[in-house]
């Protein structure tokens, strides 16, 4: 298990989507001298990043290919049960919030992302850290 990341140290975020061009646009977004920014398009990268790399807060999208947002957010939690979720989905409803409360994910962001709302979530949860 991964010990979360000291207050000294960058708050670290992943960010996990299929499309590699809004990966790279999300981290250009979230990037400062406090955060770095680590990106995978599959979920299985994001796997094998977050199982040797502590990872302060994820962003997951829910359609992923081979094995879905949802599943991974799971599996996540069982290897640092520290690390915020943020699910993000083009989905609107009350299934998608109850699915989040069921993997236990922190929030569930909407496409298409608000660049404001996204700052503004990852400073709030950065904040609340060890």
């Not at 010990?3 to 990966?23: G, M, Y």
């Not at 994820?58 to 690390?83: Q, Y």
Request: hydrophobic share 40%; glycine share 6%; proline share 6%.
């Amino acid at each position: 298990m991964s010990a979360p990341q000291t207050s000294t140290s960058p708050f670290r975020i992943l960010v996990v989507d299929d499309e590699p061009a809004l990966c790279e646009l999300l981290a250009e977004v979230l990037k400062s001298p406090r955060r770095s920014v680590e990106v995978r398009d599959t979920a299985g990268g994001a796997l094998d990043f977050v199982s040797r790399n502590p990872v302060d807060l994820a962003f997951l999208d829910v359609n992923l290919p081979g094995m879905s947002g949802w599943d991974l957010a799971r599996h996540i939690k069982e290897i640092s049960p520290h690390t915020r979720i943020v699910m993000c989905t083009g989905y609107h409803g009350e299934d998608i919030e109850a699915q989040a409360r069921v993997v236990q994910a922190d929030r569930v962001l909407h496409k298409p992302v608000d660049f404001g709302e996204l700052i503004t979530l990852t400073e709030k949860m950065s904040e609340g850290r060890s």
